[in-house]
C-alpha cells in the first residue's frame, strides 16, 4: 500500500468531479486526481474502505470485493494490456519463440 501524504490524500479525494454520479464523472475524477499509480491505489483502498463500512466486514463482503478487483484486473488484462502487447510483438518482434518450444521435448 502506497502510504502518501495526508496533504495529497486530501487533494485526490476533493475533486468536484465526483458529485457527478455517472461514469464519465467518477472516471474524470478518478483520472485526474491521479498523479501516479500510488494515488490510484489510495483511492482504490479508500473505496473499499466505504464499502466495507456500509456492508460490513464479513468473508462474503471481502470475497466480493476481490472478486470485482480481479474482474477489473482480467478485464484491463483484455481490453488494454493484450492489444498493447500484440502490437509491440508486431513492432518488434516476439520475445518467445513459440514454435520452437511446441516442438521440444524432454
Not at 1 to 12: H, L, V
Not at 29 to 49: E, K, M, P, S, T
Not at 66 to 92: H, W
Amino acid at each position: 500500500m502506497p502510504y502518501i501524504t495526508y496533504k495529497d490524500r486530501t487533494e485526490i479525494l476533493s475533486h468536484d468531479d465526483c458529485l457527478q454520479n455517472n461514469r464519465l464523472g467518477i472516471g474524470k475524477a478518478v483520472g485526474n486526481a491521479c498523479r501516479n499509480g500510488g494515488d490510484f491505489q489510495y483511492i482504490l483502498a479508500v473505496a473499499i474502505q466505504q464499502y466495507l463500512e456500509n456492508t460490513g466486514v464479513r468473508y462474503q463482503n471481502c470475497q466480493d470485493i476481490m472478486g470485482a478487483l480481479t474482474g477489473a484486473q482480467a478485464e484491463f488484462i483484455r481490453c488494454i494490456v493484450s492489444p498493447y502487447e500484440d502490437q509491440k510483438i508486431t513492432e518488434n518482434g516476439p520475445v518467445y519463440d513459440v514454435e520452437a518450444l511446441m516442438l521440444s521435448t524432454y
